[in-house]
């Protein structure tokens, strides 16, 4: 997956958090009917989509998991 390997670049690393993190711009076109008035407002919208990924946390739900399936 193209996404996966461009997240862990290591310019979205911060050490102060020692974590991964993206941001993905979404948008889409807007539009709203405004019946009182008659007319019908059309605008582009945006959104953030954030993403975080930590190695430490992982590897600690991966044990967690394994942990749980051994039992």
């Known amino acids: 997956d193209v996404f996966f390997f461009f997240?862990?670049?290591?310019y979205h690393?911060?050490?102060a958090y020692e974590l991964y993190a993206y941001s993905l711009p979404?948008?889409?076109n807007y539009v709203q009917d405004r019946p009182y008035k008659g007319d019908t407002i059309t605008a582009d919208r945006r959104m953030y989509l954030h993403f975080y990924y930590?190695?430490?946390?992982?590897?600690?739900?991966?044990?967690?998991?394994?942990?749980?399936?051994?039992v």
Request: charged share 25%; aromatic share 26%; net charge negative.
């Open 7 to 10: 997240f862990f670049y290591w």
């Open 13 to 15: 690393y911060s050490q």
């Open 26 to 28: 979404i948008t889409w």
């Open 54 to 70: 930590s190695p430490d946390r992982a590897l600690e739900d991966e044990k967690a998991f394994n942990n749980r399936m051994a």
